[in-house]
């Protein structure tokens, strides 16, 4: 008998083995954390220094110590891999209970390989095409337009499932801690809104590049994946429903996004609705532009997002503490164990709770349609234009085309020609080529069908594309299963 051995050998067997110390959160570690937050005077932080960025960095410094002397960290090995590990006990570190987990180096420090280094990397860390902010002068402080209670600090740090971000407090220590950590975060908060500043520390990210690709062939095929603090994140959570409740009233109607009881499937009925009633009159079509933005959350001037949300009726105070929380971040990339040198950056870090709804307010003046025959719906970043034409007339359809390029020109937003695609819905029994669209002496590709918000729009309108692929998901679900 023959014994073929194959070829092929699984991908986790080829992967060399690697541990990582993880955190063990025993009931008893947990007691005596909460035990050692209780009993801290953090009076004694708040008294010792005038500084917003000193009282908070001492404070998140703080808990980072205490935790790192309480909480015990264990080796493990990552999945697939542990027989192996087991077999060779010298390969695991030795580490005793409650000794620090091995830190990652300073933001400060320069890594000479790292990917800032690397040239032409598609994490820059100064943007040649947006120029410094040149801020409105600030106005004395005013007081706050609302304040934070300690409830709501409380509850949301109950629900906290987040990575950690560069400050070092994790989300677990936040939910464990959740009636210990509120009256100081509170106090951080108010002060943080009163001043109409934000902490450097609390600005600061950190850029992972995460694979689009199994095979990667280029720096493009990584997509770039922001952790910014956990605690920041707890305040934009909190302060985006009072935002929500001052602008939504003067939102644009066909801006879907962030509105009670509306949904992507909205976006896609009106759109769906409004092509199809225009096409029940004779000799109509519609044209419809999928426009696609260059970085759109990266080229945003903190300035004309400031006169926006002024004319939206935003408090003033409320207004200037946004421009400061989007203006002079930190960032540094992180590469596997290597980081990148922490560098000031000229651009809107992705990954922030509360950018969707400001890029929403941002393009709320001026990316609305003046035509009746012009529909342009938005949901957040995703704009679409849709031209309904009547006897052949494209004028008021360029027109808008004309005029949102413009607009983004005069506001810092790129437009992506080779991404953006046009679709013709055209019934009529007669029809003669149409003239093409270009964007900024670009053509725009015609195409037959496109993703529009999750849903396949085929340009005879017909579901059957969607309808497949939505079977085909159970399909692979079960197979999974059953293998």
Known sequence: MVHLIPTYRQKLKLIKPSVSTTKRWT?????????????????MFKGATHDLDEYTDTGTSYIHFCLRQITDYRPQASEGQEPFVRACPSTMPALTPRQPCPTLPSPQCHCPHGPHSIKGSPYPLHSPSVPPHHLPPVPPSSPPSFTISEQDVRRQFA??????????????????????????????????????????????????????????????????VALTSVVMKSLERLILPHLKSITTPLLDPLQIAYRANRSVDDAVNLALHSILQHLDSPGTYARIL?????????????????????????????????????????????????LGLCLHQHWITPGLCTFPLLFSLYTNCCCTSSHQSVKLIKFADDTTLIGLISNGDETAYRREVARLVSWCGHNNLQLNAQKTVEMIVDFRKVTAPLPPLALMDSPITIADSFRFLGTTITR??????????LVKKPSKGCSSYGS
């Open 27 to 43: 009931s008893e570690a947990v007691e005596e954390l909460r035990m050692c937050l209780d009993t801290t005077d953090w009076d």
């Open 159 to 224: 629900r906290l499932n987040k990575a950690p971000g560069p400050d070092g407090v994790s989300p677990s220590t936040l939910r464990h801690c959740a009636e210990e950590l509120p009256p100081v975060f509170t106090d951080i908060f108010n002060s943080s809104l009163e001043s109409c500043q934000v902490p450097a520390c609390l600005k600061t990210s950190t850029i992972v590049p995460v694979p689009k690709k199994p095979r990667i062939t280029g720096l493009n095929d990584y997509r770039p």
């Open 290 to 338: 999928l426009v696609d933005f260059s970085s759109a959350f990266n080229t945003i001037r903190p300035a004309l997002l400031q006169d926006e949300l002024s004319q939206l009726s935003v408090p003033a105070s409320l207004c200037r503490w946004i421009t400061h929380f989007l203006t002079d971040r930190r960032q540094h990339v992180r590469l596997g164990k290597s």
């Open 460 to 469: 005879d309108l017909k579901w059957e594309p969607t309808i497949s692929s």
